[in-house]
């Protein structure tokens, strides 16, 4: 047996193999692949995005709960310190107070001085804070959302207005704090 070809490589033979051209006739649909190395590969790609989707979707959750675990450590920081600038302005006050007592011989002038200027303090501490007062003046109309009458007197002024102002009320950040106790005019 020789290692020689029988058939020269100018004769063409009688049963030549197609070329490996996906579309050798571009006029012609292309030859149908096997269906079940189709699937496979469908699979394959489906599985590789469906891990990638499960990693994703992992990771959000991880990232979703960190922050859900941070925004609740803030709260609670919030809560356990939040009064901590409104207690810090009244330190002043606090002193104000402990140094007029500590005074044994003042004078009735100096007590009243001293109290003044402590009270000059607070009123600024509360405004700081935005403590505001409610403390209508004769004749304002009566409001029951920053107002509680305590009584209705007769008086000469229009019915449901204010009287006098029994104790000052307070608002914190345009919420009641206190209501203003007042009394007020009797339809007449």
Known sequence: MSDHNPTPPSEPTANPE????????????????????VAQAEVAKLTAVNAELADQFLRAKAEAENARRRADEEVSKARKFAVESFAESLLPVADSLTA?????????????????????QLKSALERHKVIEINPEAGAKFDPHQHQAISVVPAEQEANTVVTVLQKGYLIAERVLRPALVTVSAPK
């Open 18 to 37: 197609p070329a490996m051209d996906a579309n050798p006739h571009p006029d012609q649909a292309p030859l149908p692949e096997d269906p079940l190395s």
């Open 100 to 120: 007029g007592l500590a005074i044994a011989d003042a004078s009735a002038e100096q007590l009243r001085e001293g109290s003044e200027a402590t009270l000059r």
